[in-house]
């Protein structure tokens, strides 16, 4: 008979493992990677501390091209990983901003906020609003990082993410419509396999009671792990249909605060469905903006991470570069 301190009191494999003691056992996400300048790309990064306090910090990318005297556009990347895995400094996303960086040619702040359990939501979306509010302070010349003062085009601040962090971003959005970032215009959102749901299904949701999928990396995915999922992080949550989850019952989605954004689904993924339901949410809002979906056939979730060299993928970092250089939606 297994101990007390052995007792699983959460089970969220693959993603972590919390026993009756109180201990949290992350199964995925702990690697981390120095910053360095990448040799394949070219593009150089560092880390920085936003807050000690409160224990928030960044990994910060500059591509090769940079010049002095060169505004470039600004990406903010938000990490996913259920709100509970991952960091900014993971062999994943240093990989994945290389790359974005250097097929865009913008400067980028990936955010590492802290994680649930042991800081449940809403923490993750209080770190990410105090981050932006961190890189708009370099508007005005007076915040601490020469790579955003020198480089960065406040007028041009685009936000995005996967999963959990596609999630964040949008309601970062939607904060910046309401309350506004003095000194930064937020052009558009990109948002990977976002991590939205609801009480009642939608499209093939209904179906996907069992695991299914066909990437070994994510065929967790269910429904039931989905919802699950949501309540770990967020115990004090209204439920499924939170306005945080589901941005379908947000009564001010008209007044996202930017003009553009772009979804990527794929075919496979559970939540392909929520990100077509957020399209034709935003449409019938009042919000003046355009919306594209992507639908990636034959792929799972948030596969571009996982096979960053994939056709799909390089397709899929192609979008996003020309998106944020003003070519699409």
Request: contains cysteine; charged residues 25%.
């Amino acid at each position: 008979m297994a101990s007390k301190s052995n007792e699983i009191l959460h089970e969220l494999s693959p993603l972590m493992q919390v026993y009756k003691d109180g201990r949290v056992e992350r199964l995925v996400g702990k690697d981390v990677v120095a910053a360095s300048v990448d040799q394949e790309t070219g593009v150089e990064s560092k880390d920085v501390q936003i807050s000690q306090e409160l224990d928030i910090s960044a990994r910060l990318y500059l591509p090769k091209k940079a010049k002095q005297g060169t505004k470039l556009p600004l990406l903010v990347y938000f990490h996913g990983g259920g709100f509970s895995v991952e960091s900014a400094f993971s062999p994943f996303y240093h990989t994945y901003l290389n790359a974005v960086v250097a097929e865009a040619d913008v400067v980028a702040v990936s955010v590492n906020y802290r994680l649930a359990p042991e800081h449940p939501l809403p923490t993750a979306y209080e770190d990410s609003w105090i981050a932006l509010q961190w890189v708009a302070s370099h508007s005005n010349w007076e915040g601490p990082e020469t790579w955003l003062r020198g480089y960065a085009d406040f007028d041009r601040v685009f936000l995005g993410g996967d999963s959990a962090g596609g999630n964040i971003a949008h309601n970062m959005a939607l904060k910046v419509g309401l309350e506004k970032l003095k000194g930064v215009n937020v052009e558009g959102i990109f948002l990977n396999c976002p991590y939205f749901w609801g009480k009642e299904p939608v499209g093939s949701e209904a179906t996907r009671l069992e695991k299914k999928g066909h990437l070994e990396a994510s065929s967790f995915l269910c429904r039931s792990y989905v919802e699950a999922t949501w309540h770990f992080v967020y115990p004090n949550t209204t439920g499924l249909d939170d306005p945080l989850l589901n941005p379908v019952m947000e009564p001010n989605l008209s007044r996202l605060g930017c003009r553009r954004v772009l979804v990527c689904v794929a075919e496979q993924d559970i939540l392909r469905d929520r990100g077509w339901f957020y399209k034709e949410a935003l449409e019938k809002s009042e919000w003046a903006g355009d919306v594209e979906v992507v639908e990636v056939a034959g792929e799972d979730h948030v596969f571009n991470l996982f096979f960053p060299k994939g056709e799909n993928a390089l397709s899929l970092l192609k979008k996003l570069a020309s998106f944020i250089n003003g070519n699409g939606v």
